[in-house]
């Protein structure tokens, strides 16, 4: 079945923030980078890897799930320590870029959605995937979308347009699973992990998404 659109969740987020510029943070070469650490989060780090995989790799078959060489995933992720625009990804591998952001987003100490945050989106998703089609229900719908659309107005300020732009890039893979054998529950699965980091919890998720793609879909049909 085909997820209509997530815009109604996207206006949530707000838009692109505009980037201060910072001084950059370089570590000295051949430095070697702990990659239980990450760099610190910054959308135009985030957006660069994101805008990458959208231009070259929506169509690769198993985007997300087959790995890129480790070692060279390494050096591309301590290479995220730097400027942005000395980040250069041209000459990787497409399944490389792709490691490096999820690592990029799994390692940080906080969670993209903390903890706190997703129990009340795991309350609100257990909701929607009852929706129903008949007209009277309508309005619940509607009740139900705003409160995801005020959760997400509650997640941390840089958080906010880092999770907008990354379902942003997962819904262009999902809309090509027909050739990239990535749909909606195989990301899901894949990028739990980065997304929230209690385990439990990210199974959890992923069952919960399952369930749910449905009554998203007529969130996406009444609101796009």
Not at 60 to 68: C, N, P, T, V
Not at 97 to 104: G, I, M, T
């Amino acid at each position: 079945m085909r997820l209509s659109s997530p815009r109604v969740l996207l206006s949530g987020l707000g838009s692109s923030p505009r980037q201060k510029r910072k001084r950059s943070i370089s570590s000295p070469r051949g430095l070697k980078v702990d990659l239980d650490e990450a760099p610190p989060l910054r959308y135009d780090i985030f957006d660069k890897l994101a805008l990458h995989i959208e231009r070259k790799g929506l169509m690769q078959e198993g985007i997300f799930r087959i790995a890129g060489d480790s070692v060279t995933t390494g050096q591309l992720f301590q290479s995220l320590y730097g400027n942005p625009s000395k980040i250069h990804l041209n000459d990787l591998k497409i399944n490389i870029v792709a490691d490096a952001l999820k690592l990029y987003l799994r390692k940080q100490p906080d969670s993209l959605l903390p903890t706190e945050v997703y129990d009340h989106f795991n309350s609100v998703l257990k909701l929607v995937s009852g929706f129903g089609g008949a007209a009277d229900e309508e309005e619940d719908q509607d009740d139900k979308t705003e409160i995801l659309v005020q959760l997400c107005q509650k997640l941390p300020a840089l958080h906010k347009p880092i999770l907008r732009r990354l379902l942003q890039l997962l819904w262009e893979v999902h809309i090509r699973s027909e050739s990239n054998k990535m749909n909606a529950d195989n990301l899901s699965m894949v990028f739990g992990p980065c997304i929230v980091q209690n385990m439990e919890t990210v199974t959890d998720m992923s069952t919960i998404y399952a369930k749910s793609q449905e009554g998203v879909e007529k969130i996406g049909r009444a609101h796009v």
